[in-house]
């Protein structure tokens, strides 16, 4: 439909600018006027109108950072753990196509109230194999009527051990029984030489449309070498595109970089020509004052998630911190939120909670901050901020109509804060209707492209004929032990220079030392 009205006892047009009993006129996918509801709806009759006085109106909510796993790692028997052990788990992870994966995974965020979301996945074995699969997972986000970006990458080098060099240090100290078992497991694992991604992200970076675009995705600058990094860095430019990697994730990537590199993982990106404004980082939990204030100066943007940065015992990353220091930063799930809902509303709840530190001196976090990250910071994230995360006027029309009545029994103070309300009670439950580009996706709760019970029928019948695989289980589990033993010298040196501590948003001490 060319045209349509939406209508909300609030309507937020930007997280600090929301409306009582507002309405939207929506013209060819964008958001051609705003106004009073009585006067709109008098000076536009006959119209389809989505909402009412019983709704919100939001903007579409943006997942800056994400991975399709298929089914939610708890039915897969996959346990949370630190990072490095954990990531052993993928080959254990159900082998699902890559439509049906993606599929569920965008079903599950467009009834989220997410409209726009930034899919890192891994490339692929080869040139042939993984076009096919980049371009399969294009079209699930198409067919259920999200906007994607999908970043690939791969992990080429340091697969085993963080640290370029330490690796078979490691592997000596492993029985040979066990040894033998990780190598030719590793062996096993196909995946595209460094010079066909290149070639690949090349060809489909030139097809970028808006609705489905693709970045360059590295998984992680422990895991490629210093000169596929600036190899990024120069076709990124040249292409004018965006790229989105790992960064400051864990307490042993932390480590690495200082170790082997000798300077921090922040300046490592900045000395190889990737820090700048085409850069986002995900995680970014253990960046110092000194590694904001330089990403601030390049204009990079972080993807802060707190359920994830929970689950793989990563730690609470300074969220405030970074948008005191002038840093875009806006809100992932990661594929592992807390309940393995991905319910972007409880994510946003626990990244405001997680960043109200104990003192009253710290920098802490407002109910419309997050709303902010989820929004605009998604939208600023994207290279996008003139068209998403916000509804004003010339603004595409990504909404969600959030259904108010539970959220408002028995009763609600008339002066209760919209954006206060909605952070602290909104669940995906609450989601009615999502728009996205004006085009309805999610109507009344029902997803539009995609049947549900087909796409549960089809992922059931998948897993069925190939369940994950037993051996790859047993061995993260065998290997988990000397993983931990090796990890833990970097425990212990690291510690002779900087004692452990809890961060909790902290202000650096009264002695001039980071709480990282």
Same mark, same amino acid.
């Given at each position: 439909?060319?045209?349509?009205?939406?209508?909300?006892?609030?309507?937020?047009l930007?997280?600090?600018?929301?409306?009582?009993d507002?309405t939207?006129?929506?013209?060819?996918g964008?958001?051609a006027?705003?106004?009073p509801?009585?006067?709109?709806?008098a *000076?536009?009759? !006959?119209?389809?109108?989505?909402? !009412?006085?019983?709704?919100?109106?939001?903007? !579409?909510?943006?997942?800056?950072?994400?991975?399709?796993?298929?089914?939610?790692?708890?039915?897969?028997?996959?346990?949370?753990?630190?990072?490095?052990?954990?990531?052993?788990?993928?080959?254990?992870?159900?082998?699902?196509?890559p439509?049906?994966?993606?599929g569920?995974?965008?079903?599950?965020?467009?009834?989220?109230?997410? +409209?726009t979301?930034?899919d890192?996945?891994?490339?692929?074995?080869?040139?042939?194999?993984?076009?096919?699969?980049?371009? @399969?997972?294009?079209q699930?986000?198409?067919r259920?009527?999200?906007?994607?970006v999908?970043?690939?990458g791969?992990r080429?080098s340091?697969?085993?051990?963080?640290?370029?060099?330490?690796?078979?240090?490691?592997?000596a100290?492993?029985?040979?029984?066990?040894?033998?078992?990780?190598?030719?497991?590793?062996?096993?694992?196909q995946?595209l030489?460094?010079?066909?991604?290149?070639?690949l992200?090349? @060809?489909?970076?030139?097809?970028?449309?808006?609705?489905?675009?693709?970045?360059?995705? /590295?998984?992680g /600058?422990?895991?490629?070498?210093? @000169?596929?990094?600036?190899?990024?860095?120069?076709?990124?430019?040249?292409?004018?595109?965006r790229?989105?990697?790992?960064?400051?994730?864990?307490?042993?990537e932390?480590?690495?970089?200082? *170790?082997?590199?000798?300077?921090?993982?922040?300046e490592?990106?900045?000395?190889?020509?990737?820090l700048?404004?085409r850069?986002?980082?995900?995680?970014a939990?253990?960046?110092?004052?000194?590694?904001?204030?330089?990403?601030?100066?390049?204009? +990079?943007?972080?993807?802060h998630?707190?359920?994830?940065?929970? *689950?793989?015992?990563?730690?609470?990353?300074?969220a405030?911190r970074?948008?005191?220091?002038g840093?875009? +930063?806006?809100?992932?799930?990661?594929?592992? +939120?807390?309940?393995g809902?991905?319910?972007m509303?409880?994510?946003? *709840?626990?990244?405001?909670?997680?960043?109200?530190?104990?003192?009253?001196?710290?920098?802490s976090?407002?109910?419309?901050?997050?709303?902010?990250?989820?929004?605009?910071?998604?939208?600023?994230l994207l290279?996008?901020?003139?068209?998403?995360?916000?509804?004003?006027?010339?603004f595409?029309?990504?909404?969600?109509v959030?259904d108010?009545t539970?959220?408002?029994?028995?009763?609600?103070?008339?002066?209760?804060?919209?954006a206060?309300?909605?952070?602290?009670?909104?669940?995906?439950?609450?989601?009615?209707?999502?728009?996205?580009?004006?085009?309805?996706?999610?109507?009344?709760?029902?997803p539009?492209?995609?049947? &549900?019970?087909?796409?549960? =029928?089809?992922?059931?019948?998948?897993?069925?004929?190939?369940?994950?695989?037993? =051996?790859?289980r047993?061995?993260?589990?065998?290997?988990?032990p000397?993983?931990? @033993?090796w990890?833990?010298?970097?425990?212990q040196d690291?510690?002779?220079?900087?004692?452990?501590?809890?961060?909790? !948003?902290?202000?650096?001490?009264?002695?001039?030392? &980071?709480?990282?």
């Amino acid at each position: 439909m060319n045209e349509l009205l939406l209508s909300g006892r609030w309507v937020i047009l930007s997280p600090h600018d929301i409306r009582t009993d507002h309405t939207l006129l929506v013209r060819c996918g964008r958001v051609a006027e705003a106004g009073p509801m009585a006067q709109m709806r008098a *000076r536009h009759p !006959g119209l389809p109108e989505f909402g !009412g006085v019983d709704c919100a109106v939001l903007p !579409g909510l943006i997942n800056a950072h994400h991975h399709c796993y298929g089914v939610e790692l708890s039915n897969q028997c996959i346990k949370d753990d630190f990072l490095e052990p954990w990531m052993f788990n993928g080959p254990a992870m159900v082998d699902l196509p890559p439509q049906l994966a993606t599929g569920h995974a965008a079903l599950r965020l467009l009834q989220s109230g997410v +409209t726009t979301v930034v899919d890192m996945c891994a490339a692929g074995p080869d040139r042939a194999r993984a076009e096919t699969r980049l371009r @399969d997972k294009a079209q699930a986000y198409r067919r259920v009527g999200l906007r994607a970006v999908i970043a690939p990458g791969e992990r080429w080098s340091n697969r085993i051990i963080h640290g370029a060099g330490e690796e078979a240090a490691f592997l000596a100290t492993l029985p040979p029984p066990l040894h033998a078992r990780l190598r030719k497991a590793e062996a096993a694992r196909q995946r595209l030489t460094p010079a066909d991604y290149l070639d690949l992200l090349g @060809d489909l970076i030139g097809e970028n449309d808006g609705q489905t675009d693709f970045w360059f995705g /590295p998984t992680g /600058p422990q895991w490629m070498s210093e @000169d596929l990094l600036a190899d990024i860095a120069r076709h990124a430019e040249r292409l004018d595109a965006r790229v989105q990697t790992h960064a400051l994730e864990s307490h042993y990537e932390n480590i690495e970089s200082p *170790r082997i590199h000798g300077h921090s993982a922040i300046e490592h990106f900045a000395r190889h020509g990737l820090l700048n404004g085409r850069l986002s980082l995900a995680h970014a939990v253990w960046a110092t004052d000194a590694d904001l204030d330089q990403i601030a100066r390049a204009g +990079t943007q972080i993807s802060h998630n707190p359920g994830s940065n929970l *689950r793989l015992r990563s730690g609470i990353a300074p969220a405030s911190r970074m948008r005191a220091a002038g840093v875009t +930063t806006a809100l992932g799930m990661d594929g592992t +939120t807390l309940a393995g809902d991905e319910d972007m509303f409880a994510e946003m *709840r626990l990244a405001l909670h997680l960043n109200r530190p104990p003192h009253s001196s710290a920098p802490s976090l407002t109910a419309r901050d997050v709303l902010e990250m989820a929004t605009v910071g998604g939208a600023r994230l994207l290279g996008r901020a003139d068209e998403l995360g916000q509804l004003h006027p010339g603004f595409l029309a990504d909404a969600v109509v959030l259904d108010l009545t539970r959220l408002l029994r028995p009763w609600t103070d008339p002066s209760t804060d919209p954006a206060e309300l909605i952070i602290a009670r909104a669940k995906a439950c609450d989601v009615r209707d999502v728009l996205v580009g004006g085009r309805s996706a999610l109507l009344d709760g029902t997803p539009v492209g995609i049947s &549900e019970d087909a796409l549960m =029928d089809d992922l059931r019948a998948a897993l069925d004929a190939q369940p994950p695989n037993p =051996d790859a289980r047993d061995l993260q589990a065998d290997l988990h032990p000397w993983l931990m @033993d090796w990890y833990a010298r970097w425990d212990q040196d690291h510690a002779n220079t900087h004692p452990p501590v809890q961060r909790y !948003g902290a202000r650096p001490l009264p002695t001039g030392k &980071e709480t990282s």
